[in-house]
């Protein structure tokens, strides 16, 4: 059966889960690596090596992943293909426990890394015959021949090597299940009634620095502490991975390897779950461990978590598609990240690049921006606010909406979290003073809940100085706002006199 499954998905040229349904309460964001030189300038040094998958089976059954691939996407690719064929062929339904979840989790990694290693068996024996043809003064072998051999072991070099990290999150009969490997991470944010964001991350990372992996290392004979010296295992700090064939196989060929009675690299997940998400009003958020890396790097790992769930917080209350959500917070963590090393602080020492960035999230009960639309007829208009973070040497607004009434009807926005104005405001005149929704009421709520709330905070203490007229530069930004709503009221304001500043 499984061998059916691989020939299946192969034979398809990896196109054949284009015919699967797209779960459309997910939205994913990506941004490829990019190095920066001494004048801030970005460039891609190597094509995208992340991927992801999202999908929506039978019998409420929801599946996403987020694979950090490394020196080359060839794994991450063929991971998120394969584990899509091992889950969504009818492995998985409502009537499997918690327990036949997390073995069936468990064997498709399994599966995966298997599948994987048997297509790179014959580059891997080319590679190994070529590199036996190659002893040192061989007199049989002339220069020619010797240059395209090393030529050619190059190539198989690049064809098999590279590996990926994974995590995964499946959905069954309203339960959340997490199979981790590696360093990407995934929080859960739950929202309280009263616009709170409480944040849960699920796991721990199997990197250098996590004591249960250390101590699993240490019991194949492996000097732990010298693998938390080093922080990294063969370029890669993770100490659970996809492919690599280079610690799977030869890992007695690596020094701080050597020692080891078995496999000390696995592709073996750790599972988390059931969680039940009945009830549960928040997000699901899997990220990729560059944007984890960019994030921290720019602002220190303390508050990190706080400041991905108030950044997508934000954006869900200004976007109507998940994809854009996602996309800007992406596009947020990026431009941080560049800011701080553009700024010169001390941070800019831990930003001059980042990896491949992918967020994936997956909203639970949760309003999108178009849920604040007017119940009784009405607008929304835009009003530009600013706010700055204080590690942040940018200023960003946030949107707030203003909504106006239609002529004849009371307006009664709504908003999940809360109102700056409650009740029902007056109807009749169309005035700009009509209800003033915040829709980072949710966000506001979050940073506060974070400890700190270093990511939207209040105006500083220091009151803006005048200009020479005595005025001080505006706080709210109306111009957009008064555009669209002189084009909206055109012949009204031609005899009534138009709104604005006069």
């Known amino acids: 059966m499984a061998a059916q499954r691989r020939t299946y998905m192969q034979s398809q040229h990896q196109s054949w889960t284009d015919d699967l349904p797209l779960c459309q309460m997910c939205g994913v964001g990506s941004a490829p690596n990019c190095v920066y030189s001494s004048d801030g300038k970005g460039t891609q040094s190597h094509p995208n090596e992340d991927a992801h998958l999202r999908f929506r089976g039978e019998d409420g059954l929801f ?51 298997k599948s994987y290693f048997e297509t790179i068996d014959d580059a891997l024996a080319e590679k ?25 072991l190059k190539e198989l070099e690049q064809e098999v090597s590279g590996g990926a990290t994974a995590v995964v999150a499946l959905i069954l009969n309203n339960k959340l ?13 739950k929202s309280s009634s009263d616009g709170q964001n409480q944040v849960l991350q699920i796991g721990r990372p199997h990197s250098t620095d996590n004591e249960d992996e250390l101590q699993r290392l240490a019991a194949l004979g492996v000097d732990s502490a010298r693998i938390r010296q080093a922080g990294q295992i063969a370029g890669q700090s993770c100490t659970r991975r996809l492919g690599d064939y280079r610690v799977k196989f030869n890992y007695n060929e690596i020094d701080l390897l050597s020692v080891a009675k078995s496999k000390p690299i696995i592709a073996e997940p ?11 009003t928040g997000f699901l958020v899997l990220m990729s461990e560059g944007l984890i890396n960019a994030l921290e790097s720019a602002h220190g790992p303390e508050q990190a978590n706080q400041e ?26 990026k431009r941080l990240h560049h800011d701080v090393f553009v700024s010169g602080r001390q941070r800019a020492t831990y930003c001059s690049r980042h990896e491949d960035m992918t ?7 949760y309003p999108l921006a178009d849920a604040l639309t007017p119940t009784q007829g009405g607008r929304i208009y835009p009003v530009s606010v600013p706010y700055s973070s204080n590690q942040s040497t940018s200023k960003t607004s946030v949107t ?4 106006m009434p ?19 405001p007056t109807p009749g005149s169309q005035s700009p003073t009509a209800t003033l929704q915040s829709t980072n009421t949710q966000t506001q709520s979050s940073s506060s809940s974070s400890g700190d709330g270093s990511l939207f905070r209040q105006r500083g203490s220091q009151a803006a100085q005048p200009d020479e007229t005595g005025r001080v530069p505006p706080y709210v930004d109306f111009s957009q706002f008064y555009r669209l709503w002189g084009s909206d009221h055109s012949d009204s304001q031609s005899t009534q006199g138009g709104l604005g500043p006069q």
Do not use: W
């Open 128 to 152: 190994a015959h070529l590199s036996n043809y190659l002893v040192p003064h061989n007199e049989n072998v002339s220069f020619h021949q010797n240059q395209k051999v090393q030529e050619r």
């Open 308 to 333: 991905i769930v108030a950044m997508v917080a934000a954006e869900l209350a200004q976007h109507t598609s998940l994809e854009a959500v996602a996309q800007s917070v992406v596009e947020r963590v």
């Open 177 to 189: 299940y997490i199979a981790n490997v590696g360093t990407n991470r995934v929080l859960l944010c």
């Open 270 to 280: 750790e599972i988390y779950g059931s969680q039940s998400l009945d009830g549960v």
């Open 359 to 365: 967020l994936l999230i997956r909203t639970l009960n």
């Open 63 to 113: 599946l996403y992943g987020v694979f950090n691939g490394y020196d080359g996407s060839r794994v991450a690719s063929f991971a998120s293909q394969c584990l899509t064929a091992e889950l969504l062929l009818g492995q998985v339904n409502s009537s499997h426990t918690d327990n036949d979840v997390r073995r069936i989790l468990t064997q498709a990694f399994d599966v995966v890394e």
């Open 406 to 424: 239609s002529p004849g009807t009371l307006t009664n926005g709504t908003n999940t979290a809360s109102t700056l104005e409650e009740g029902t």
């Open 400 to 403: 707030l909406s203003l909504v």
